[in-house]
């Protein structure tokens, strides 16, 4: 059973009145008569139904660079002394020396993982976007 709290919210969001704003393709708000037409027409000349995205897809997607080694060796710059700092939180009792070997080969094996998750990134954005999942020097095998 909803509490009175959420009954309370409940019935503010009903009685409220929403209106739905259509927006064409190049950015400006329409009327929902001119809309239907837009869609009519478009539904026409493809010979199926347009399909609505939400606002945020409709704005400009983020570019996926390419994984580079120079790239992780930065992300991995920002993130060792925080590593750094979360061993010495941890072991406080282990020497300076003993922190920053560890941390070291923490960093080894961060950023080949960092890599790994870069490129599956990449595949994913090329495979999203119709790019496909070669990048553009490989010839197939």
Known sequence: MATRKQRRRREKERRH????????ETGREVDP????????????????????????????????EPPSWRRVAKRS??????????????????PLDSRIVYTLQLMLLFMPFSYLVDSFAYRMYRRRTGQGARSQGEEPA
């Open 17 to 24: 009145e929403w209106e739905e704003v259509y927006v064409d």
């Open 77 to 94: 710059l920002v993130f060792a002394p925080f590593m750094f700092l979360i061993l010495t939180f941890l072991d406080s009792g282990t």
């Open 33 to 64: 008569e001119e809309a239907d037409s837009l869609a009519r027409s478009r539904a026409s000349s493809n010979g199926r139904a347009p399909t609505r995205r939400p606002a945020q897809a409709r704005g400009r997607q983020r570019v996926v």
